[in-house]
């Protein structure tokens, strides 16, 4: 049997390769800080070690150091994890046997795949994809599942919830569970349930603090046929949700503002440490990816009566060859959609002649279903909330930079094409 050592303070991350690893028959082994580390370098003879650059009790370069002066474990390769390093400090890691720098947080399938190289196995994943983001919001932990149901993900969403309710320190949140717009494969059934046993058994036990925003009937039918979790709420109203979990009225001035400012932000962490887990990973909706399906072809429409926006998304997508047709309003890109069929649009909400929500408005009563990027500034949050009911599952807050653009539009584009 094979060995791994983690030298690492969390146990989240030991905890998830070691359920992950048991069916390869890899067994992992945990140093809780440097000093640790190397006494079980000594008694465990790993075959291969993954660690933390920043260690406590001893550093990492003493760990290093005392790996390579034994000659049982001179060779064993390392895989180096990190917040941030310069290339000085790589290049000497280079030096003790350090194959590989991970930017904390880790993307998972990334380590998979390199675990994969040196250990001489083959480590599977699931491969639908998927996008799964949690955020904590004072007391309320937000959950959105976009596309499809990732087996992969939802298991590490479990870690992602510790990691998160000991950051925030809420021990007990109440949940949204956002599945709008979500697409469900055959086995749908055996993925619902994972996802909703790892909520309810890692954020709040009681199912009636849970609720699941979807329009999905199978979804909706699928809680309501479970015993175990008939309590949860569904709705396809985010307002009712939020409701429902806040407790106020939905013509109250403050059930406006409280919802729109935790479901489209963050608070700041109240406990030490950062986030070390990342849902995303490094294989999905790149750039590259939605340009390539594309093959350059696709027809943007960029509507902003802003014309240093419309130059910026013009600027930007035509490097990859794609067609970009600028509109200062939403009258002008309206009068366009019956000569031509657009791939994406990015689209400001707060236009002359015709604003964003006519717009939308019109491409739902003509039954064009097109992916829309929206813009939205910074104060103006509560637009995006009025948005999401024509069906806009992504915004962008002004001001725009280039690399957001891009990201964005592979995210949306890698799945549709």
Known sequence: MKKILIIEESPLFRDYLSKKLAEYEIEVVHGVNGLD??????????????????????????????????????????????????????????????????????????????????????????????????HFNEEILFIEVAQGLNTEKIVLLKYKIKELMSLYSVPVPKVLLMLAGIELGDNYREKLDLLFKTVLEEAQENPRLVKVLSSSEKISDFIQGSK??????????????????????????????????????SSSPTGEGQESITMRFEGENTVAKAMGALKGNALVA?????????????????????????????KAFVDALGEKNYDLVFLDLMMPNMNGFQV??????????????????????????????????????????????????????????
């Open 37 to 134: 580390g190397m006494l079980k370098i000594r008694s465990e003879i790993p075959d291969l070690i993954i660690m933390d650059y920043f260690l406590t009790r001893k550093s990492a370069m003493e760990v290093l150091q005392e790996k390579l002066r034994n000659p049982n474990t001179k060779n064993v390769p390392v895989i180096m994890m990190a917040t941030k390093l310069g290339s000085k400090h790589i290049m000497e890691l280079a030096k003790f046997g350090v194959r590989k720098v991970f930017t904390k947080p880790l993307k998972l399938d990334a380590l998979l795949n390199t675990l994969s190289g040196l250990l001489g196995i083959t480590v599977s994943i699931d491969p639908t994809p998927s996008i799964i983001e949690a």
């Open 302 to 330: 960029a509507v902003d009566d802003d014309l240093v926006i419309r130059t910026l998304i013009s600027t930007v997508f035509q490097s990859a060859g794609w067609t970009i047709d600028q509109f200062e309003d939403g």
């Open 360 to 417: 939308l408005q019109e491409l739902k009563t003509r039954g064009q279903d097109v992916p829309v990027i929206i813009f939205s500034a910074l104060s103006k949050k509560e637009t995006v909330l009025k948005a999401q009911e024509y069906g806009v599952r992504t915004y962008l807050r002004k001001p725009l930079k280039p690399e957001t653009l891009l990201q964005k539009a592979a995210e949306v584009l890698g799945a549709t094409f």
């Open 228 to 265: 175990d979790y008939a309590a949860i709420g569904v709705t396809d109203s985010l307002e009712k949700a939020m409701d429902d979990l806040i407790g106020l009225k939905p013509d109250t001035f403050a059930h406006d503002e409280i919802a729109r400012e935790r479901i489209l932000s």
